[in-house]
């Protein structure tokens, strides 16, 4: 976040910048918080499935709802962390063409990417706002012997991908204005601190 506050240019003016920064900052906690959670799931699942295996190991039963309960926390787990990965840009990238491209042409691939990544995001976010709504309108729950609601795996989804959705927003106007030249490009460190 200082970062932005240190390149940006004359262009733009202070207060326009501390919001970005403010904003973006209030974004990052958010995700931190998501992270958290999402960990917390992970966890969640370990405890969860040793426990059903030592269960049906030892004693010859199970956790009832085993099926559903792990469904549930693998949402947490995998969509949860979603918008932190994206502000990292932690995804899966193949750089083998870009690399040999200058700063402008990459410049204006983090564009389209992110630009690309709303537009993906976007149904799969409405989605998951009509699917969760529905849930808590209805009640819905999964049949098994505990009938567990199925509106926390629901908002966990919905939750998650609201937030993702936010970040790319968040990124594309960012990606735009370093394209425009409004901003500085951030700082990237070096690949070859941590090589072997």
Do not use: H
Not at 109 to 117: K, Q, R, Y
Not at 152 to 179: H, K, Q, T
């Amino acid at each position: 976040m200082a970062n932005l506050q240190n390149q940006s240019s004359q262009a733009m003016p202070s207060a326009t910048i501390r919001m970005l920064v403010c904003s973006r900052g209030f974004l990052a906690g958010v995700e931190k918080v998501f992270l958290y959670v999402g960990v917390i799931c992970v966890f969640a699942l370990a405890v969860l499935i040793s426990s059903s295996v030592f269960l049906r190991t030892v004693f010859n039963t199970g956790i009832p709802d085993e099926i559903v309960i792990v469904g549930e926390f693998m949402i947490g787990a995998l969509i949860l962390p979603l918008a932190f990965v994206a502000a990292d840009r932690g995804f899966i990238t193949v750089e083998i063409f870009t690399q040999g491209f200058g700063v402008k042409v990459q410049q204006v691939l983090n564009v389209l990417t992110s630009v690309f990544g709303v537009i993906a995001v976007a149904p799969i976010t409405y989605a998951a706002y009509l699917t969760f709504f529905d849930v808590v309108d209805s009640g819905a729950y999964f049949f098994g012997l505990l009938e567990l609601p199925k509106w926390p795996g629901r908002s966990l989804f919905f939750f998650g991908y609201i937030l993702f959705f936010i970040r790319l927003i968040d990124l594309s106007i960012f990606d735009l204005l370093v394209a425009f030249g409004v901003v500085d490009a951030p700082v990237e460190e070096s690949d070859e601190e941590g090589a072997y």
